[in-house]
């Protein structure tokens, strides 16, 4: 258990997340699940720092750089590594026969079909992904990260591929359906408990855990879990919107060019409108690849 930091209430859209006293609700605990490393937990804790990647320009040489790596692997063949999540559909998720599909890994796919190279994947926990040394593991993250300024400091980004909005949801046996059911504030009134992924706060509720009725993450994993028979409710309107990137380990191999080629391709992509149509096949024909700031 995560104690909290008093700070003022975050505005929504609709106005500020103050939340009034609610008879109905009076025995909701005062605690809200997240995954750990996550901005959902940033937000709970007021360290969340959105941010916007760094300019990107096409270095005057591939010398060294990890795309020759990544080309040169296979027997010149060439292969991408990607770290994924494996529970955390729709961006991702493995099947029973063995193979990853979701958004996530879609977009993957393309980026290495368009380095004209193969692709493996990796499912390392999400906070050895964000903490960076990831000692040549793997090449890339394509897993709906955050781009955020302590991370710009130890990883590198491409342009957002796609933009979700965060959300708060409640599990029905609750009774909780909109914030002024709850008999305290947010974020100011509540602890944090931590799981692995945000899937796994989905499960708990699922399987009858009673210590926590909360659960903030990305609105397309609430849509998912609930689509999937999870008793849950999502609330109201959006806490803030995340902009998803690539990211690439630092301090790792140099790798300018890897990102060059990268961001040009989801440029591309974004352009040709693949990410759009991925995003309305995985996200019940919502278009999330537009950015919402602009």
Not at 9 to 26: N, Q, W, Y
Not at 166 to 179: D, E, M, N, P, Q
Request: glycine residues 8%; proline residues 6%.
């Amino acid at each position: 258990m995560v104690n909290l930091r008093r700070r003022a209430p975050l505005l929504l859209a609709a106005g500020a997340l103050v939340l009034a006293s609610c008879t109905s609700a009076a025995n909701v605990p005062a605690v809200v699940c997240v995954g750990e490393s996550t901005t959902y937990l940033d937000w709970l804790n007021g360290d969340f720092q959105p941010d916007s990647p760094a300019d990107i320009t096409e270095p005057s040489s591939t010398a060294g750089d990890l795309l020759e790596t990544v080309r040169a692997r296979d027997n010149g063949n060439g292969q991408l590594i990607v770290s994924t999540d494996p529970n955390y559909a729709p961006q991702s998720f493995l099947q029973e026969d063995g193979t990853f599909v979701g958004f996530d890994i879609d977009v993957a796919t393309e980026i290495a079909d368009r380095l004209g190279v193969g692709i493996k994947f990796e499912t390392p926990d999400w906070d050895a992904i964000t903490a960076g040394s990831w000692s040549e593991r793997w090449d890339i993250s394509v897993g709906s990260m955050t781009i955020t300024t302590p991370r710009k400091e130890i990883l590198s980004f491409t342009q957002p591929y796609y933009y979700t909005p965060a959300y708060l949801a409640a599990s029905t046996r609750s009774g909780v359906t909109k914030v002024s059911d709850l008999p305290f504030t947010l974020p100011t009134g509540v602890e944090a408990t931590t799981l692995t992924t945000d899937a796994n706060c989905a499960e708990a509720i699922e399987s009858g855990r009673t210590d926590f009725d909360l659960w903030i993450s990305s609105g397309t994993t609430i849509d998912g879990a609930i689509a999937a028979g999870s008793p849950m409710v999502k609330i109201g309107e959006p806490i803030f919107q995340e902009n998803l990137a690539v990211a690439i380990d630092k301090s790792g191999p140099p790798h300018a060019a890897l990102l060059f080629e990268i961001d040009k391709i989801i440029g591309e992509m974004h352009a040709d409108g693949t990410l759009k149509a991925l995003s309305e096949q995985w996200f019940e024909g919502a278009d999330l690849t537009t950015d919402p700031s602009s």
